[in-house]
């Protein structure tokens, strides 16, 4: 069976492209060897459970111990009923031991026969540990999936067994999941309070955090559909892949299946795959929906996630601690959905930047009674005067409705641009955004036929005209245009009439269409 790249549960080395997933998982033997209780983090799709299950097959072809990984999701159901949890975590552990371990390992009856089963996994624990010939190495994945008493029990058993290992209970444990376990306020419906993750489990070594791929590791994965197919990459296309997707795995993964088993087949016409192919590819993807950026997308609709996006969408300067906490900042982050860049606090690589605007304002770009072609002139080009006249006219309409919004309001207007020029850009051409939290503006370009159009949108709270000016020269200097647009937004519409002012500006070599909302 020929190899793949795999967008769908763990790598399996003889059937996916791979990256060894135990050189992405530095000092973890050492914590297993030193009787450690961990946690190892990632945002979904990052390969945590293929590096689990490698690292269990690893230790147990080692001979030392007896590892195991469990999948813990199917007790979050459970909630606070923490005796049907328990029920769940045992039969998770015999059903996991009976698919990956020699059956001389398996639990045997008496280690059900818990004393309560209030405390059943740390009973079931220790007379399963006193059973092996080894000592017991377990690897709990979902763990943060679990939800109030339930997770709770979890981790206070575990810290409850923590003083008899070996011999008595684990060697060595690893929570894993989306989290640290210190960000999360866990709320007991048994003691009516929060109980911070960290006090539970306070016997916890390390957080180890599982990265994205490097430059390097883009190129190594991608190599071997060379050596197996004879597929080649130009070095600029594998630079943009990696820039495209700040090597987060699942996109890495899924740009190559699309470029190499969709899109263009194995081997097109024997050519050598391009940036070019690579931007069609990304833009499938997008306009596709599939399952990983559609679960990014439900998580939009999440008010603490909706805070922090709104922020870093409106160009806000910073985030207000009076409606945005650390803790919202920090379920974002781990999710992936946005990390540190050279500006500060951004979306977390340039397709999630344009999936967010794009799901945000999808309801509204497909119910605009637009049609792209009204906008193409005869020669095929986009007639950019048209697109911005009839929002203009769009806006005086329907502009005081933005601030009704329950969510996104202080992107609202930005979006509500964004979502014209897409419904009309759309099938002809592309956009391609760029903005950050402390940036204060939006920046994007739109591509079509052949020509730029590059846009700066600033709420006029953050306007002032010099810096606005100085920005968007530099914009422009990069996107190689000599006419850009900058349009300035108002919080509300007081007077209709002075909706769509218009003034040029020339500043150095650039022509500035100065537009007020």
Same mark, same amino acid.
């Given at each position: ?38 946690? *190892? ?13 490698a690292l269990m097959d690893l230790l147990n072809s080692e001979g030392k111990y007896i590892a195991l990984y469990v ?7 459970? $909630? ?6 328990? #029920? ?10 009976? %698919?990956?371990?020699?059956?001389? +390992? ?5 280690? %059900? ?10 009973? !079931? ?15 709990? @994945? ?6 109030? /008493?339930?997770?709770?029990?979890? &981790? ?23 989290? /640290? ?9 048994? #003691?009516?309070? +929060? ?5 539970? !489990? ?12 490097? &430059? @390097? ?24 892949? !990696? ?15 699309? *470029? ?39 998580? =939009?609709?999440?008010? $603490? ?22 803790? @919202?900042?920090? +379920? ?58 009839? %929002? ?6 329907n502009g005081e409705l933005l601030t009704e919004r329950e969510l996104y309001t202080e992107s609202a207007h930005h ?25 204060? !503006? ?24 010099? @810096? ?17 647009? =900058? ?9 209709? /009439? ?10 150095? /070599? *650039? ?7």
């Amino acid at each position: 069976m020929k190899r793949f790249f795999n967008t769908a549960g763990p790598c399996v080395a003889e059937r996916h492209y791979t990256i060894d997933p135990l050189s992405r998982l530095q000092g973890v033997m050492e914590l297993v060897d030193q009787q450690k209780y961990f946690i *190892l983090h990632a945002s979904r799709q990052t390969g945590r459970s293929t590096t689990i299950i490698a690292l269990m097959d690893l230790l147990n072809s080692e001979g030392k111990y007896i590892a195991l990984y469990v999948n813990v999701e199917t007790a979050q159901p459970f $909630r606070n009923d923490v005796e049907s949890a328990n #029920e769940v975590f045992m039969s998770a552990i015999d059903g996991s031991a009976r %698919f990956y371990l020699p059956e001389a +390992y398996w639990p045997s009856q008496h280690c %059900f026969q818990v004393n309560s089963m209030q405390e059943g996994l740390s009973d !079931f624990l220790s007379y399963w540990c006193a059973e092996l010939p080894k000592p017991l190495v377990l690897f709990i @994945d979902e763990a943060d999936a679990l939800i109030g /008493d339930s997770m709770l029990s979890l &981790l206070r058993q575990i810290r409850a067994g923590y003083n008899q290992r070996p011999k008595g209970f684990p060697h060595a444990i690893a929570l894993i999941g989306l989290r /640290d376990l210190r960000d999360y306020r866990i709320y007991s419906d048994s #003691e009516k309070r +929060y109980v911070l993750g960290g006090s539970a !489990f306070n016997i916890k070594d390390k957080s180890l955090v599982m990265k994205g791929f490097t &430059l @390097d590791e883009v190129r190594t994965l991608y190599a071997q559909h060379t050596v197996e197919t004879g597929q080649q990459f130009d070095p600029a296309a594998l630079d943009l892949i !990696f820039e495209q997707t700040q090597g987060q795995p699942w996109l890495v993964n899924a740009i190559g299946r699309e *470029l190499c088993f969709e899109t263009h087949k194995v081997m097109p016409e024997g050519r050598t795959i391009v940036p070019a192919d690579v931007y069609r590819a990304v833009e499938i993807l997008i306009q596709r929906r599939d399952t990983h950026l559609d679960q990014l997308s439900d998580k =939009l609709t999440e008010p $603490r996630i909706a805070r922090v996006v709104d922020a870093i969408l409106g160009g806000a300067g910073r985030f207000d601690p009076g409606t945005i906490s650390t803790e @919202d900042v920090q +379920y974002a982050i781990d999710l992936g959905l946005i990390a540190q860049g050279p500006n500060g606090l951004g979306i977390a690589n340039p397709i999630y930047r344009e999936v967010v605007p794009r799901e945000l304002t999808y309801v509204e770009q497909v119910s605009l009674p637009q049609n792209p072609a009204w906008y193409v002139l005869p020669n095929g080009k986009l007639d950019i005067e048209k697109v911005l006249e009839r %929002f203009i006219n769009f806006y005086k309409e329907n502009g005081e409705l933005l601030t009704e919004r329950e969510l996104y309001t202080e992107s609202a207007h930005h979006l509500s641009f964004m979502a014209w020029l897409q419904r009309i850009v759309n099938g002809g051409g592309y956009i391609r955004r760029e903005y950050g939290l402390g940036l204060k !503006f939006v920046d994007l370009v739109i591509e079509f036929a052949d020509e730029k159009f590059a846009f700066e949108l600033k709420a006029e709270r953050h306007f002032k005209q010099a @810096d606005a000016l100085e920005q968007i020269a530099a914009y422009a200097k990069r996107m190689n245009v000599s006419e850009a647009y =900058l349009v300035v937004f108002r919080r509300r519409m007081t007077d209709p /009439d002075i909706v769509g002012i218009r003034e040029k500006i020339q500043h150095g /070599d *650039l022509l500035v269409h100065l537009i007020w909302m």
